[in-house]
């Protein structure tokens, strides 16, 4: 990289950092004011921000499409926008009219505090962000050479720092910035490629005859995983929380139609991106990194910075967010509940959230070395705890007693964890039976909520409240 290219970057630094400390949290601030900025997000803030957040893992849609081509679509485009679609008709105006924080909040509601704890606990491992940590890791080690623990600890630096100083709103001002940079830079480079290379003959040309497949050259089976560990949508607490602070439940629906319409435009331009990058370097070592490798043989001086701050964006957009996220959970579900603590303390103890999941974002990353097995592990364990029993607390009349609900949720994510610790047990590296953790979790939960659920009146939960 150039000068110029690093004094772009550097720019864009001093903006982020600028925008993230405008208007630090006040001393004695309501929960509401922290945790979702005080419930006034408008559309244009909501689209902009979920959108950027939601799209935190470009370095593992680059390698999943350097890998598979364009089955890409199939396993980290479609199976999302559906659940989106879904979360966007069942969920989104209930979500925001049910006047709570956070998902642990309407546990604690539709339940009891026990099962909002455990719940709270699940979401706080959920959305330490270990992969978009790593994926700055690997940004910094390709676009400035430096060691993966030194871009992992540096980025980091860079997408919490504002959070703690100024809460749900230095995410949003942050995110709206960041979602015109992912759109440019990757609009910058698509547009690049098709000029010097030619378009769809070169790629079929130059890439294996598989990438051009719905399948990739993957099993039919291995996709379906990923259209049920994309139901994770509908407990994700990113979406929850944007719904929560829409300033109405009109702006929360709108906003993720309008957002789905801005996730596949983005789509078209990585998986395209990431097409150019097996056809111009085939043998890369590390699939992870191609995006930020097709841009360094590419791009010229300037515009290879403007690149990379679209890579940055993308993925810092997503640390700051799930940070944020996490470090909520720690400070207004967990610890209230663990220890008695009164509300006035959230601020503080949200602070100590943050830092305590910064530190096992990092070590996590540091282990995993895929983006996409981070994602496969997660979701596969939280999903199948979570998903029953958040959904009917908004869905439906049938709900769960407070004490299945909290069994529902242990005993699911314990067998899939155990499931998934399987392989590591296995001679050949497989499930056991072959069968992927998400599933038995999942079955269990949907078996228990059919044979245990009952029937409530409208609106009314187990115990008569609402």
Same mark, same amino acid.
């Given at each position: @990289? &150039?000068?110029?290219?690093?004094?772009?970057?550097?720019?864009?630094?001093?903006?982020?950092?600028?925008?993230?400390?405008?208007?630090?949290? !006040?001393?004695?601030?309501?929960?509401?004011?922290?945790?979702?900025?005080?419930?006034?997000?408008?559309?244009?803030?909501?689209?902009?921000?979920?959108?950027?957040?939601?799209?935190?893992?470009?370095?593992?849609?680059?390698?999943?499409?350097?890998?598979?081509?364009?089955?890409?679509?199939?396993?980290?485009?479609?199976?999302?926008?559906?659940?989106?679609?879904?979360? %966007?008709?069942?969920?989104?105006? !209930?979500?925001?009219?049910?006047?709570?924080?956070? /998902?642990?909040?309407?546990? =604690?509601?539709?339940?009891?505090?026990?099962?909002?704890?455990?719940?709270?606990? /699940?979401?706080?491992? @959920?959305?330490?962000?270990?992969?978009?940590?790593? @994926?700055?890791?690997?940004?910094?080690? *390709?676009?400035?050479?430096?060691?993966?623990?030194?871009?992992?600890?540096?980025?980091?630096?860079?997408?919490?720092?504002?959070?703690?100083?100024?809460?749900? !709103?230095?995410?949003?001002?942050?995110?709206?910035?960041?979602?015109?940079? @992912?759109?440019?830079? +990757?609009? $910058?480079?698509?547009?690049?490629?098709?000029?010097?290379?030619?378009?769809?003959?070169?790629?079929?040309? &130059? $890439?294996?005859?598989? &990438?051009?497949?719905?399948?990739?050259?993957?099993?039919?089976?291995?996709?379906?995983?990923?259209?049920?560990?994309?139901?994770?949508?509908?407990?994700?607490?990113?979406?929850?929380?944007?719904?929560?602070?829409?300033?109405?439940?009109?702006? =929360?629906?709108?906003? /993720?139609?309008?957002?789905?319409?801005?996730?596949?435009? *983005?789509?078209?331009?990585?998986?395209?991106?990431?097409?150019?990058?097996? =056809?111009?370097?085939?043998?890369?070592?590390?699939?992870?990194?191609?995006?930020?490798?097709?841009?360094?043989?590419?791009?010229?001086?300037?515009?290879?910075?403007?690149?990379?701050?679209?890579?940055? %964006?993308?993925?810092?957009?997503?640390?700051?967010?799930?940070?944020?996220? =996490? #470090?909520?959970?720690?400070?207004?579900?967990?610890?209230?509940?663990?220890?008695?603590?009164? !509300?006035?303390?959230?601020?503080?103890?949200?602070?100590?959230?943050?830092?305590?999941?910064?530190?096992?974002?990092?070590?996590? %990353?540091?282990?995993?070395?895929?983006?996409?097995?981070?994602? &496969?592990?997660?979701?596969?364990?939280?999903?199948? #705890?979570?998903?029953?029993?958040?959904? +009917?607390?908004?869905?439906?009349?049938?709900?769960?007693?407070?004490?299945?609900?909290? %069994?529902?949720?242990?005993?699911?994510?314990?067998?899939?964890?155990?499931?998934?610790?399987?392989?590591?047990?296995?001679?050949?590296?497989?499930?056991?039976?072959?069968?992927?953790?998400?599933?038995?979790?999942?079955?269990?939960?949907?078996?228990?909520?059919?044979?245990?659920?009952?029937?409530?009146?409208?609106?009314?939960?187990?115990?008569?409240?609402?």
């Amino acid at each position: @990289m &150039h000068l110029v290219d690093y004094a772009i970057i550097l720019v864009y630094l001093v903006l982020l950092l600028s925008l993230g400390l405008i208007g630090r949290l !006040k001393r004695g601030g309501s929960p509401s004011e922290l945790i979702l900025g005080g419930r006034v997000l408008t559309l244009p803030a909501f689209v902009a921000s979920l959108v950027s957040t939601w799209y935190g893992g470009i370095l593992g849609v680059g390698e999943y499409s350097y890998n598979y081509g364009l089955s890409n679509w199939l396993v980290f485009g479609l199976p999302y926008y559906l659940a989106a679609l879904l979360f %966007a008709l069942f969920l989104a105006g !209930k979500a925001r009219e049910s006047k709570v924080l956070t /998902i642990p909040e309407r546990l =604690a509601q539709a339940y009891d505090s026990r099962t909002a704890l455990v719940g709270g606990v /699940i979401i706080f491992l @959920m959305t330490v962000p270990a992969a978009y940590i790593l @994926m700055l890791g690997v940004l910094c080690r *390709f676009l400035f050479g430096w060691p993966m623990w030194l871009g992992i600890l540096s980025g980091t630096l860079f997408s919490v720092v504002y959070v703690f100083a100024g809460g749900f !709103k230095s995410v949003v001002r942050t995110d709206i910035f960041q979602f015109s940079l @992912m759109f440019l830079g +990757f609009a $910058i480079l698509l547009g690049v490629l098709n000029v010097e290379y030619g378009g769809f003959e070169f790629l079929s040309e &130059h $890439i294996p005859s598989t &990438h051009l497949t719905w399948h990739g050259g993957n099993s039919g089976w291995y996709i379906a995983v990923w259209y049920v560990i994309a139901l994770a949508t509908l407990v994700e607490p990113a979406f929850y929380q944007r719904c929560y602070a829409a300033k109405n439940a009109s702006v =929360a629906r709108k906003g /993720i139609f309008i957002s789905i319409a801005c996730w596949a435009v *983005f789509d078209f331009l990585t998986t395209s991106c990431g097409l150019y990058a097996r =056809a111009i370097l085939p043998d890369l070592s590390d699939p992870v990194g191609s995006f930020p490798a097709l841009a360094l043989e590419v791009l010229p001086v300037g515009l290879l910075g403007l690149f990379a701050l679209a890579l940055l %964006a993308t993925v810092m957009s997503t640390v700051d967010s799930y940070s944020f996220l =996490a #470090a909520s959970t720690f400070g207004n579900d967990i610890m209230p509940r663990v220890s008695n603590v009164p !509300k006035s303390r959230v601020t503080t103890l949200t602070r100590y959230g943050l830092v305590l999941s910064t530190v096992l974002a990092v070590g996590t %990353a540091l282990f995993f070395r895929s983006v996409v097995d981070i994602w &496969h592990a997660f979701g596969s364990i939280g999903t199948p #705890a979570l998903l029953v029993p958040v959904f +009917f607390s908004f869905v439906g009349r049938r709900r769960l007693a407070p004490r299945m609900a909290l %069994a529902s949720i242990i005993s699911c994510g314990f067998i899939s964890s155990v499931w998934y610790l399987s392989r590591y047990f296995s001679s050949d590296g497989s499930y056991w039976l072959g069968v992927e953790p998400i599933f038995p979790g999942l079955a269990l939960s949907i078996l228990l909520f059919v044979i245990f659920s009952r029937r409530t009146g409208s609106g009314a939960l187990p115990d008569g409240r609402t």
